[in-house]
């Protein structure tokens, strides 16, 4: 297999999400098609394959679109998770979290009047941390409701430009997840809800941003559980691949993508050698901030994902657990790259709720 050369990638640097990724797209080209296709690990291998309800669509099917986007609703032919009816004492409120008119800044709020000091979920979309909506996981919010949560659904400022929100850096994403958990907090009387018993919800690119939020400072943010479903956990890792796949790996054209799109919200490539772009790549790593007073973390890696290596979550399991953390990560055999693997209705939807009750029970 030819290696890329840093000439090959050099346009990376031009900083837009556009030229990163037409740059690593052309450096992906250059690689053998023929590595063989991901096997799963031994432990997970042994595992049942997971069987979708009927009327639902399984965890294998990949969510069109945008690669890392993914749209917890809808199914080859459209059919969304199914959830409870709603209640009447189920409100949804609209606000803006970060005081600015910016349209990107806001979340919606869906909460249940009757409830008091009650646990909450903060959701994190994905979309290469440069597309997508809060409504990407309006299902999933559902589920979460129905479970006993308030949830706070939220959108962010994106790594390129939209109407009212000029392009922002993944630190500034970061900064927006922190702020909208604030705010939730700082309103916990208005919405019934006890400010130290949070969690955070994050699907791909989503799932790097609350995992980077949950776990950066010392604590203080009312979170006690972090999920990570299908989670960019260690972004540095697609450029590491890219160089020298894993050779049990096969490095896609989708995960070449998602390098080049983490390139621009880094607004520099990989190891460039200026100390202010590793500042910012460690920063990106969320096992870079792990420490011993860090909340739960419960992951879930499809073995058929091909945006984002089975092997990534490993890396963080693995700070997490040297920290003492309470860490667990959930292979789903045959599952692709969508919140799916996590919220199928069954199996893995059980696994999830039960962790959030047990992390922020009172």
């Known amino acids: 297999m030819k290696r890329p050369t840093r000439s090959r990638v050099r346009a990376c640097a031009g900083l837009t999400a556009a030229a990163t990724t037409?740059?690593?797209?052309?450096?992906?080209?250059?690689?053998?098609?023929?590595?063989p296709r991901s096997r799963p690990p031994a432990a997970a291998a042994q595992q049942p394959a997971a069987t979708a309800p009927a009327g639902l669509v399984g965890p294998g099917a990949a969510d069109p679109g945008d690669p890392a986007g993914g749209a917890a609703g809808g199914g080859r032919?459209?059919?969304?998770?199914?959830?409870?009816?709603?209640s009447s004492s189920v409100r949804v409120v609209h606000a803006a979290y970060a005081g600015t008119r910016n349209p990107y800044q806001r979340l919606t709020a869906t909460y249940d009047t009757r409830l008091r000091r009650a646990p909450w979920?903060?959701?994190?979309?994905?979309?290469?941390?440069?597309?997508?909506?809060?409504?990407?996981?309006?299902?999933a919010v559902d589920v979460l409701r129905v479970a006993g949560f308030q949830v706070f659904n939220i959108s962010y400022r994106l790594g390129v430009d939209r109407p009212g929100?000029?392009?922002?850096?993944?630190?500034?994403?970061?900064?927006?997840?922190?702020?909208?958990?604030?705010?939730?907090?700082?309103?916990?009387r208005r919405f019934g809800l006890d400010p130290d018993r949070g969690a955070l919800l994050g699907t791909s690119a989503g799932g790097n941003l609350a995992a980077a939020a949950g776990l950066a400072g010392d604590g203080g943010t009312g979170i006690r559980a972090i999920v990570s479903v299908a989670g960019v956990l260690e972004p540095q890792r697609l450029w590491l691949d890219l160089r020298?796949?894993?050779?049990?790996?096969?490095?896609?054209?989708?995960?070449?993508?998602?390098?080049g799109q983490a390139a621009g919200v880094m607004g520099c490539e990989y190891e460039t050698g200026t100390s202010a772009c590793a500042r910012r790549w460690r920063a990106f790593d969320p096992a870079s901030a792990v420490?011993?007073?860090?909340?739960?973390?419960?992951?879930?890696?499809?073995?058929?994902?091909?945006?984002?290596?089975?092997?990534?979550?490993?890396?963080?399991?693995?700070?997490?657990?040297?920290?003492?953390?309470?860490?667990?990560?959930?292979?789903?055999?045959?599952?692709?790259?969508?919140?799916?693997?996590?919220?199928?209705?069954?199996?893995q939807q059980r696994r999830l709720v039960q962790f959030l009750r047990q992390r922020t029970a009172a």
Request: positive net charge; aromatic residues 6%.
């Open 22 to 35: 037409a740059a690593i797209l052309a450096v992906a080209g250059t690689q053998s098609p023929t590595h």
């Open 77 to 86: 032919r459209g059919r969304p998770l199914a959830v409870r009816p709603s």
């Open 121 to 139: 979920v903060v959701t994190v979309h994905g979309g290469s941390w440069v597309a997508g909506s809060e409504a990407n996981l309006q299902p």
């Open 165 to 188: 929100s000029p392009a922002a850096g993944w630190l500034d994403q970061r900064r927006d997840v922190l702020a909208a958990i604030a705010w939730v907090r700082g309103h916990a």
């Open 244 to 259: 020298t796949p894993f050779p049990r790996e096969r490095f896609t054209r989708r995960m070449a993508v998602l390098a």
């Open 291 to 347: 420490s011993s007073h860090d909340p739960a973390v419960l992951m879930f890696q499809g073995l058929a994902d091909g945006t984002v290596p089975y092997r990534m979550p490993r890396h963080l399991e693995q700070a997490l657990r040297a920290a003492g953390v309470p860490a667990q990560l959930v292979y789903v055999p045959g599952g692709g790259h969508t919140p799916r693997i996590a919220f199928d209705a069954g199996t």
